[in-house]
């Protein structure tokens, strides 16, 4: 707690100014000005993941309400991930009103791609891992570029949405060759699904909210079995 303390009684504005005041100038006091300078700033963060977690979480709930005419307890909580997931490439570098619009277009963006989106291209996504993380994860890293401020952080000097856009690209590109490598390790061992037992059928109902239900009919049996 000392660094944030000392932090608040002389209010500076970056790591240079920390390292200008200290004297002399050596290596190691270099150092310390820079972590007392980041610590004092760690305040901040705790903001702007509850604005955007916030934000999210009504963005999603009125984007439901709306479209099915009731909100949900699943698509509140849904829209809190959104927003956590959204907020976390900004939550060094975006203000409180940064991180307000990226929650609010988290929560909708993310509630049509895991609902609207996943039902219109029909990919297997049980759990919305791309609706909810890969949609958020974008939409945050995309925006980024546009509510990063030096206000915040200096680090944040020329960032750009091209910028953001270029290294979404690589990480995109890299994840998916892991992805497809795993796929094949996994198709080739244990198999990509589980088979279904000879007799049974396996039916996929979409309902409204978060998740696809997925359950077993056994023949000539009324009911679901989960």
């Known amino acids: 707690y000392l660094p944030i303390c000392v932090s608040a009684a002389r209010p500076l504005t970056s790591p240079q100014a920390y390292s200008q005041s200290s004297a002399p100038r050596t290596r190691s006091s270099s150092t310390r000005s820079a972590t007392?300078?980041?610590?004092?700033?760690?305040?901040?963060?705790?903001?702007?993941?509850?604005?955007?977690?916030?934000?999210?979480?009504?963005?999603?709930?009125?984007?439901?309400?709306?479209?099915?005419?009731?909100?949900?307890?699943?698509?509140?909580?849904?829209?809190?991930?959104?927003?956590?997931?959204?907020?976390?490439?900004?939550?060094?570098?975006?203000?409180?009103m940064g991180a307000l619009v990226i929650g609010l277009a988290s929560g909708v963006i993310c509630f049509f791609c895991a609902t609207s989106l996943k039902?219109?291209?029909?990919?297997?996504?049980?759990?919305?891992?791309?609706?909810?993380?890969?949609a958020g994860g974008l939409i945050g890293a995309l925006l980024t570029g546009v509510f990063a401020t030096t206000a915040v952080n200096p680090l944040a000097e020329g960032a750009t949405v091209w910028k953001q856009a270029v290294g979404l690209a690589g990480a995109m590109a890299w994840s998916a060759a892991g992805t497809f490598v795993v796929?094949?390790?996994?198709?080739?061992?244990?198999?990509?699904?589980?088979?279904?037992?000879?007799?049974?059928?396996?039916?996929?109902?979409?309902?409204?909210?978060?998740?696809?239900?997925?359950?077993?009919?056994?023949?000539?049996?009324?009911?679901?079995?989960?």
């Open 36 to 96: 007392v300078w980041a610590l004092s700033q760690a305040g901040r963060l705790p903001a702007q993941d509850i604005i955007a977690t916030a934000a999210a979480a009504l963005g999603w709930m009125f984007a439901e309400w709306i479209t099915h005419g009731k909100p949900s307890a699943l698509g509140i909580a849904s829209g809190v991930v959104a927003g956590l997931v959204a907020i976390t490439p900004a939550a060094g570098t975006a203000g409180p």
């Open 119 to 134: 039902r219109k291209l029909g990919y297997d996504d049980s759990l919305d891992a791309f609706g909810i993380h890969g």
């Open 183 to 226: 796929l094949m390790i996994c198709k080739f061992t244990t198999g990509l699904r589980v088979a279904i037992p000879d007799g049974y059928e396996m039916q996929i109902r979409p309902r409204s909210g978060l998740a696809t239900k997925h359950g077993i009919t056994l023949p000539n049996t009324p009911g679901t079995i989960d």
